[in-house]
DNA sequence: TTGCTCCTCACGTCACGTGAGGTGGC
DNA sequence: TTGCTCCTCACGTCACGTGAGGTGGC
């Protein structure tokens, strides 16, 4: 049985850095401010040692890092409520009352959605700068217009 | 004859940061590396004087840095080709030559397009996590859905 | 055994934040 | 004259970059 046939695991931090188009640097120094899992028992100088999930994790964390500029401290709010929501998740399955599982549903909802607003608030931004530059071009080609007419 | 009469003139630091919403200290750092013109001819210890113009100024790159994440080299650069744009408008109006006027149009044509694709592309990856979000959220309310019709 | 990747300091850098101590204009 | 804002160092901070010197796994 290959590792990859039961759950994968052990990604060295070459590889994971890689995957998510980033540095080794910048992997280290998520795991150091607690942003990244960190590989629990790790003894001093052994290698570290990561799994397929910490690899979307660190992709969704520069994503949001990028695209919406988020400082790591704020990074680090959003994956502990993407943390929270995990637990919540297999609580989700372990439970049959309904009354619970709403409850779990309506937050999952709403942190989708606090997400959203953030997205889209920065959408509309980019796309004011890029009206602004849309009559900006417009204005340019009226003159060329002028020009080839006269 | 006041001077808001003749050219607006002489804003004091404070009053520039409150403007483009930053701090007295960035607006410092931008004139110390070049991103602010920086008064030329001011003594050692005298007060910064800064027009209208610099507060536009200022604001396009603070947007351009926070929607786009341009490294402040990157926003030199980009800087630079809006000075050498305004030179150009002077030489437009200058000259009656049809041909350098095409030349002066089609250059600033250039620029605003390559600026659109920066932000065009931005937009784009954004609207790719918006979707994701969005198809997440949908997942969540078909679950929620299933919960009430059980 | 030989590379290649990994490890841990630790100092450097970019883009400012934050006082400390002093001077200048309504 | 009294505040308020401005000035210049200069050290601190955040998010890493970049070696230095050494160890570990295919």
Known sequence: MTPAATEERSLRIGEVAKRADTTTRTVRYYEEIGLLPGSAERTQGEHRAFTEADVVRLKEILRFRDLLGLSLE?????????????????????????????RILDEALGHIERQLDLVRARKAELEGLEEELVSKRRRVRARQRELRDS
Request: no cysteine; aromatic share 4%.
């Open 74 to 102: 704020q990074l680090k709010d959003l994956v502990e409520a993407e943390d929270a929501r995990a637990l919540l998740r297999a609580e989700f399955r372990r439970t049959e009352d309904s009354a619970t599982r709403r």
